[in-house]
């Protein structure tokens, strides 16, 4: 009988009937309000601890444990490579380097003369194994800096030159009778040996002309004159 008690159950009613009706699912949504939590932004003109830490620069420190502080040096800053001039060889230095580049290049020219002499011996005949002491005399002659072992050698390759040119000529005028290979065969090849014994004769003929102008001071220089770049180089004429 008491209108405000029958308002207040008609509202408990009324909110008890909506719950009913809303689904389960809907229901715990709405009481799963999202919740927004903070984040400090770092400010962009004050950077972080951590990169200030690893843009400064380490603090160098001494064997004893002391922190040790760098001190500039003044004058002008080194950037990319700085090239060294050289100074330019004197004349005695530079008879030492070619005395030294053609004792090289004679050296090496022996030692592959050497090695086609055995193979010729092996496969062809075993008395061109005698020949092996012209390459002897040239290697230990340009190791050496000795003029008569070089002047051996020289007089070797000019003699072998010598050797091919004539038995070139008997051969084109019928006196030698070549069967094993073709005529122009036997021409290219020997022209091909004339050729090479007279280039190796005529480096051999320069390096003795050097050796002759040799002093026992300018053999005494020959070891520091080899610790130079150039000393180190082959030449071909």
């Not at 200030?52 to 950037?79: D, F, L, M, R, W």
């Not at 530079?94 to 050497?114: E, N, P």
């Not at 065969?185 to 050796?211: M, N, Y």
Request: proline residues 8%; aromatic residues 10%.
């Amino acid at each position: 009988n008491n209108p405000q008690l029958v308002q207040t159950a008609d509202t408990a009613l009324g909110s008890q009937l909506h719950h009913r009706r809303q689904p389960p699912l809907a229901s715990a949504m709405s009481q799963a309000q999202p919740t927004a939590t903070a984040v400090p932004v770092n400010n962009p003109q004050q950077p972080p601890a951590y990169s200030q830490a690893q843009s400064q620069p380490q603090q160098p420190y001494s064997q004893s444990g002391q922190p040790t502080q760098a001190v500039p040096i003044q004058g002008q800053p080194v950037t990319g490579f700085a090239w060294v001039q050289r100074a330019p060889l004197t004349e005695e230095e530079i008879f030492l380097v070619s005395l030294i580049q053609y004792g090289r290049t004679v050296k090496i020219l022996a030692i592959i003369d050497l090695v086609f002499t055995v193979l010729n011996a092996v496969f062809l005949n075993p008395l061109i194994l005698l020949l092996v002491i012209g390459p002897a005399c040239g290697i230990y002659g340009a190791v050496k800096y000795s003029v008569g072992f070089s002047a051996a050698y020289a007089a070797f390759c000019a003699g072998k030159a010598l050797y091919e040119l004539i038995e070139l000529i008997l051969i084109l005028t019928g006196v030698f009778v070549v069967d094993y290979a073709p005529l122009w065969w036997i021409v290219v090849l020997s022209l091909l040996t004339i050729g090479i014994q007279i280039w190796i004769s005529k480096i051999c003929i320069r390096f003795v002309s050097l050796l002759r102008e040799m002093t026992p001071e300018r053999m005494n220089q020959i070891a520091i004159a080899a610790q130079n770049r150039q000393a180190a180089r082959v030449v071909f004429w």
